[in-house]
Nanobody
Framework: QVQLVESGGGLVQPGGSLRLSCAAS????????MGWYRQAPGKERELVAS???????NYADSVKGRFTISRDNAKNTVYLQMNSLKPEDTAVYYC?????????????WGQGTQVTVSS
């Protein structure tokens, strides 16, 4: 079992910045992907960005050039730096962990943190 604790959400004006953090603890497999998803009211949950244990990143087209995902493997923490925020970025942001050890797979979700972009 892997536990994820998110922090860093809040209210910000359009054009502003926020940094989300997600700390993982428990039985973390060395081969894993950690990512951020978001879900706005009335919409499906969507991938925002992900980063593998090897450092490869993937971004949704809507956030490319504005958001940066990074991780500190020593701290088992993943970050999402969000710049040039827009009202359409408003959503609950969830941290996700997907790990693999041989044929064994493990998956966890954080509790979510609200990001609101509004003037």
């Amino acid at each position: 079992q892997v536990q994820l604790v998110e922090s860093g959400g809040g209210l910000v004006q359009p054009g502003g910045s926020l940094r989300l953090s997600c700390a993982a603890s428990g039985s973390i497999f060395s081969i894993n992907v950690m990512g951020w998803y978001r879900q706005a009211p009335g919409k499906e949950r969507e991938l925002v960005a992900s980063v593998t244990s090897g450092g490869s990143t993937n971004y949704a087209d809507s956030v490319k050039g504005r958001f940066t995902i990074s991780r500190d493997n020593a701290k088992n923490t993943v970050y999402l730096q969000m710049n040039s925020l827009k009202p359409e970025d408003t959503a609950v942001y969830y941290c996700n962990y997907e790990g693999r050890y041989g044929l064994v797979k493990s998956s966890s979700w954080g509790q979510g943190t609200q990001v609101t972009v509004s003037s």
